[in-house]
């Protein structure tokens, strides 16, 4: 069932929309504006402390009570954004690290070691570097102020230089990212939190332990989990223990999973239902059904991930990067084994603890265990992760006070700075390497995550191209969709413009939504028991609002196909169990939407734009001469 490589030339059309979007490409485009952001609150927040150090200080130190009755709770405004908001950045932290495990790069578990490992390595060897440089002082037990890495920074530095990685480097630095904040808050709940209640830490411990029960019995109602959320915090703060740990824990525990075709088919038929008759008990059967086809991770990220990245984490900045600075405090400060050992320890431990433990894992696992992607991207995630900012100021606070924090507030600024410099180093060095050397050490010699739960079978899928292409793109389509009629002269530009790239349709009919679908898609099979698939393909899709049996009997006239015989094929429904085991393969591979694309067995998450499109066949061409 095949057809040369050669074919018309269409002008590829960009296709726009909320379909195209996934949940970890909105996390890093808010992450590139989020960044820029929390550089300006930086700056504005050492503005104000230059010019008006007192005012800054007392407003920061006003308290703010909220209370019901006789209970409540004041604290600090600077402890109310560190304590409380802070909460919620770490809670959308642990929605995205649960996502990765569900449903990226980290589904497969034994890709979560060597991660892992490199996170636990980053944070020692910095903190062996800051307890070497501190040795002796009365400063040595800030070392927790030196091993966490700043997420928005880091994913904003890969953000504004993402074009020159490949796309696994992402969840490597948040796997990274999450670790080592993990253990940063268990270390500030262990080394740097005030006397240990211990009624109110087993109150806390009780109320998760409610929490994990309810979430076994399958309850999905959020302002049940957000009232125990909020009951745990309470204990946690009331215990000692620095509650933003509560945030972090509750992301991790909240399920990521794709939308079934299942339920978006009931969905559907919920809002035929209110179309019809439009009352207000339907119209809240529809929400809840919409709703219901959506992970409970997905919304919450949706919902809260724009807070933080540009409200919460940049009025962290503002409450505690400001410092008053003098030539002779600089000059102090650099000076000081504080400042100093935050510096190296981000600037030299970060990058040596993470690209060390990636190549010792390598070498003892002989191959089993290796980064999915190349050495000179690890290097650049090694720099990445030397930025040092959220958790590092906020461990600071809690070590530190007065000369010794402003600091450690210089060391963590500068690291920010040293970090980027050090990233952008990286990428001049690997864009300096010959184009082999360069491809190697950005994507590595690691097989990729197959997706495609059915492989392509040229004796039986509809190939279009050179059957021995080292790159094949499969789209399950629906000939009645609009968005596969606009994805069709891109795919026909990827044709002409790749040689060597095969491409595969197969059939996903959108029946609840598109009534003539599943017609025409027995239509195409019809025509491919006459040779004629492609001709059809190409109709079809051309004439995407007349699928109806006289159009499709015309159409098979206009190719010359017997009518006659077309139209028993069609009574007779041949093409049914051909389009059924398409349909039965998407379902297998979580697909359930169209278009949806696949190269070389990995979905393609990104735009379906002629750019979009041939930037990932380059690379999975450029991937397929590493890998044999």
Not at 118 to 126: E, R
Request: charged share 20%; with cysteine; net charge neutral.
């Amino acid at each position: 069932m095949t057809q040369p490589s050669a074919t018309p030339r269409f002008s590829g059309q960009t296709v726009c929309g909320d379909h195209m979007r996934t949940p970890l490409r909105d996390f890093l485009r808010t992450e590139t504006g989020s960044a820029a952001v929390l550089l300006a609150a930086a700056i504005a927040a050492l503005t104000w402390a230059n010019l008006g150090p007192s005012a800054y200080e007392s407003f920061w130190q006003t308290h703010l009570s909220v209370r019901i009755g006789t209970a409540g709770v004041s604290l600090e405004l600077r402890e109310w954004v560190n304590s409380g908001l802070m909460t919620l950045f770490f809670f959308v932290l642990g929605l995205e690290a649960r996502r990765e495990f569900d449903m990226g790069e980290l589904r497969e578990r034994r890709r979560v070691a060597l991660p892992l490992l490199a996170g636990l390595s980053g944070m020692i060897v910095p903190v062996a570097i800051y307890l070497a440089v501190n040795a002796g002082q009365s400063s040595v037990h800030g070392w927790g102020a030196a091993m966490s890495t700043d997420t928005a920074f880091a994913l904003g530095i890969l953000a504004l230089l993402g074009s020159r990685f490949p796309e696994g480097l992402r969840a490597f630095i948040l796997t990274v990212t999450v670790v080592d904040d993990f253990v940063a808050l268990g270390v500030i709940a262990i080394a740097y939190s005030d006397r240990i209640d211990l009624q109110a830490l087993l109150i806390g411990l009780g109320i998760f332990g409610v929490i994990l029960l309810i979430r076994a019995g399958g309850v999905r109602r959020g302002p049940v989990y957000a009232a125990l959320g909020v009951a745990a915090w309470l204990a946690f703060l009331e215990c000692g223990v620095d509650p933003i740990v509560v945030g972090l824990a509750m992301g991790l525990l909240t399920y990521a999973y794709p939308a079934a075709r299942s339920d978006l088919e009931r969905a559907s038929g919920l809002f035929r239902l209110f179309r019809e008759q439009p009352t207000p008990e339907l119209e809240r059967s529809v929400r809840a059904g919409l709703a219901s086809t959506i992970s409970p991770n997905e919304r919450l990220q949706r919902m809260y991930h724009p807070w933080t990245s540009y409200v919460i984490v940049p009025l962290f900045a503002l409450a505690n990067a400001g410092i008053a600075l003098s030539g002779d405090q600089l000059a102090g400060a650099f000076g000081s084994p504080v400042t100093l050992g935050i510096l190296f320890a981000f600037l030299v431990g970060k990058p040596i603890g993470i690209l060390g433990v990636s190549w010792l894992t390598t070498r003892l696992s002989r191959g089993r265990l290796r980064p999915q992607v190349g050495w000179g991207a690890i290097a650049a995630g090694g720099t990445m992760a030397g930025v040092g900012f959220t958790v590092s100021l906020l461990i600071a606070t809690l070590a530190f006070d007065g000369d010794r924090l402003e600091e450690a507030k210089i060391g963590i600024l500068s690291a920010v700075v040293c970090a980027f410099a050090a990233t952008w180093a990286v990428t001049l060095v690997i864009r300096a390497l010959p184009k082999p050397v360069r491809v190697r050490s950005l994507l590595g010699t690691a097989k990729t995550i197959v997706d495609l739960e059915a492989p392509v079978d040229p004796d039986r899928d509809h190939v279009r191209g050179p059957l021995d292409a080292p790159v094949t793109l499969v789209e399950y389509g629906d000939f009645e969709c609009p968005y596969c009629g606009q994805a069709e002269p891109v795919v026909r530009d990827l044709l002409a413009d790749f040689g060597d790239l095969r491409y595969v349709w197969r059939h996903l009919p959108l029946n609840d939504v598109h009534p003539n679908a599943q017609l025409a898609a027995e239509a195409s099979e019809a025509a491919a028991a006459r040779g004629a698939f492609w001709e059809m393909h190409d109709l079809l899709l051309d004439h995407q609002g007349a699928l109806r049996i006289p159009d499709l009997v015309r159409y098979a006239e206009e190719i010359g196909l017997d009518t006659e015989r077309f139209r028993e094929d069609l009574r007779a429904r041949v093409g049914a169990a051909r389009v059924a085991e398409d349909v039965e393969s998407a379902d297998l591979s979580g697909v359930s939407g169209t278009p949806t694309f696949f190269i070389n067995g990995r979905r393609h998450h990104g735009a379906y734009d002629i750019a979009g499109l041939s930037a990932a066949v380059r690379a999975a061409r450029e991937r397929t001469a590493l890998v044999p």
